[in-house]
């Protein structure tokens, strides 16, 4: 399963990365040549056999459900590249025609 | 204090360091600034810390002295000079992963791992440089430039915790902390000459620490001797309500029967991994002579195959991404870290903040993750891989019901020059095929050194994996082995 330049792309936008050209083209044939060695893989009998999410199993951890102090919009804000009146700034998301 | 008590503070094991302070033959404010003495001479030429905190370390002397004066008990770890991998927050400090996107961010919360060694008297020293978000095996990925190994400055310290391995085999501090998603803890150990362990998953809280891989991502030591890595795992083991993953089973005293022996303990040569193609002669020659050394001591030592665990590297490079991947999602130029000059709007300041801010390895792996998560994919490649995991981790079950523990090299060679592999990622990927397919399984793993190398003088390790829970029968094994061997493992640090 070998990857395209157009697939790149559009992986390069699900995982919102603005890649150069440059970067696209490189990136093509270093994926490709991953997935190449990985291919061994699929060769496997997997049939019936369960997927492992988690090495060690896990009962539910639950802890009493009690008020305690959480992080302060102070600190929450702290490394905030921009912020305004307690809260972040980031650019418009709706339309300048739409209102505002 | 003289000079002299001090100036083989590069050599002081962790109980020495409480046992000499409580006995008055120094302070920790002595050991502190020994500390600092050893890393102002080093350090330019290694490397290793992206931040000091002579500060901290001061303070956290100056409590230990006050108990002393006080004639306090002293906690287990007091005094000794520790440092943090630069994915562990630690109020006061800046928590970089040594990469571009979180360059100014600074700590607003405790790595509980952090804290528990910091609560059992240790001095947080400084934090280490590190593979960019731990992605890759040498410390070359760094936004802020490589850490040498001591051994040889012009070659990796290993990676992706290579920041942390250097500074205690250089012995600036005592003991560090690292993370270990696929060997980044044992691979710098072998290639730095240091005791380097992964517990078990599970073992040790990771609220805290930078997530890589969540299923795969535990914390553990960097030490000189095998009873400080057991001492630094009494301090961290436990469950922790900040982290659902660790686990409640019960917490042994790690150094209880490390003097034990070997004696009657099934010990199996992993076979197929120590005759892959790949290994260096050196280092297959040093894991036969160290099972040799086990048998010697009375271990009866067996040979066992594990193929399934050849595959463990491909779905390593499938999970591994694929988690990655997501946790690196957060990193979106809003809440925190890097942010893009002149959006044009969100999706603009979301691209570009990301392509800016992260640096090739994290842009490669983020996009494997992705492309093997995407619609049509998955089940090709994240399903294979879970499939796989599955399967690397029954046949380590039947493994151990057959061996207590299990011994392969760490990592295929010795150190390797700087910029060797940095072209090509599938050969710096080959480091960890011994040390991947445990973190896919959750065992425990501790790359002890076993050997020097007759050409180059590089140190080799040995892996010796444990079952799960188990870690006190591998410190077991790996504490005889060390006593046998008796290695100097001090660098030359010749050209410094």
């Known amino acids: ?100 | 204090m003289t000079v002299s008590s001090l100036s083989d503070f590069s050599q002081l094991s962790a109980r020495a360091i409480r046992d000499g302070i409580v006995s008055g033959e120094f302070s920790a404010a002595e050991i502190a600034s020994a500390a600092y003495s050893r890393i102002d001479a080093l350090e330019p030429d290694i490397h290793a810390f992206n931040e000091l905190t002579p500060q901290l370390a001061e303070e956290a002397a100056a409590r230990i002295d006050a108990k002393v004066a006080a004639g306090e008990l002293l906690p287990p770890l007091a005094g000794v000079p520790a440092a943090f991998k630069d994915n562990m927050n630690l109020v006061g400090t800046h928590t970089t992963c040594s990469s571009r996107i979180l360059k100014n961010y600074q700590s607003v919360y405790d790595c509980s791992a952090v804290r528990r060694l910091l609560d059992a008297g240790a001095l947080p020293i400084g934090k280490c440089n590190m593979d960019e978000f731990a992605f890759g095996s040498s410390t070359e990925n760094s936004a802020f430039g490589p850490t040498r190994n001591p051994w040889d400055l012009d070659r990796v310290p290993g990676g992706s915790s290579g920041g942390s391995a250097a500074a205690v085999a250089a012995g600036m501090v005592t003991v560090s902390l690292g993370s270990d998603t696929g060997g980044s803890i044992r691979q710098p150990g072998a290639l730095t000459g240091t005791v380097a362990m992964k517990p078990t998953y599970g073992r040790v809280s990771r609220y805290g620490i930078v997530a890589f891989a969540s299923s795969l991502d535990q914390i553990g030591p960097f030490t000189r001797s095998v009873e400080d890595a057991a001492m630094v795992l009494n301090a961290i083991a436990g469950h922790d309500d900040m982290d659902a993953t660790s686990v409640r089973e019960a917490v042994p005293d790690f150094t209880v029967g490390l003097g034990d022996g070997v004696k009657g303990l099934r010990v199996g040569v992993v076979r197929d991994m120590v005759d892959l193609e790949g290994c260096a002669p050196e280092v297959r020659a040093a894991t036969e002579s160290a099972l040799a050394t086990l048998a010697t001591l009375g271990a009866e030592v067996g040979e066992i195959d594990l193929p399934m665990s050849q595959h463990g590297l491909a779905a390593y490079y499938i999970i591994g991404p694929a988690e990655a991947s997501s946790n690196l999602a957060r990193f979106d130029g809003i809440r925190y870290g890097y942010r893009a000059p002149d959006a044009a709007d969100v999706l603009d300041l979301y691209m570009r903040s990301r392509a800016e801010g992260f640096g090739a390895e994290s842009i490669r792996r983020i996009m494997l993750g992705t492309h093997a998560l995407s619609s049509g994919y998955y089940d090709a490649y994240y399903g294979t891989a879970q499939k796989t995991r599955t399967l690397i981790t029954r046949e380590f079950a039947a493994a151990f019901e057959r061996f207590d523990v299990l011994i392969t090299p760490t990592a295929p060679t010795v150190a390797f020059k700087i910029g060797e592999k940095a072209e090509d990622p599938l050969s710096m990927y080959l480091s960890d095929v011994y040390t991947i397919p445990l973190n896919l399984a959750g065992l425990p793993g501790i790359s002890v050194p076993c050997a020097k190398s007759a050409t180059t003088g590089l140190p080799i390790g040995v892996q010796i994996i444990g079952n799960h829970f188990d870690e006190s029968t591998m410190l077991r094994v790996a504490s005889a082995l060390e006593a046998a061997l008796a290695l100097d493992m001090t660098p030359p640090l010749t050209g410094i």
Do not use: C, K, W, Y
């Not at chain 1, 150069?20 to 190449?36: K, Y």
């Not at chain 1, 999410?53 to 905030?80: F, K, Q, W, Y």
């Open chain 1, 1 to 100: 399963m070998s990857i395209s330049e157009a697939d790149v792309r559009h992986v390069a936008l699900l995982a919102r990365l603005a890649l150069s050209d440059e970067q696209i083209v490189r990136l093509q044939a270093e994926l490709n040549s991953i997935l190449g060695h990985i291919e061994h893989m699929q060769a496997l009998d997997l049939e019936g056999v369960e997927p492992t999410s988690h090495s060690i199993p896990l009962r539910n951890a639950t802890r009493p459900d009690v008020v305690r102090p959480g992080l302060s919009r102070e600190l929450a804000l702290l490394n905030a590249p921009e912020a305004e009146n307690g809260a972040f700034v980031i650019p418009r998301i709706v339309g300048a025609e739409e209102g505002a």
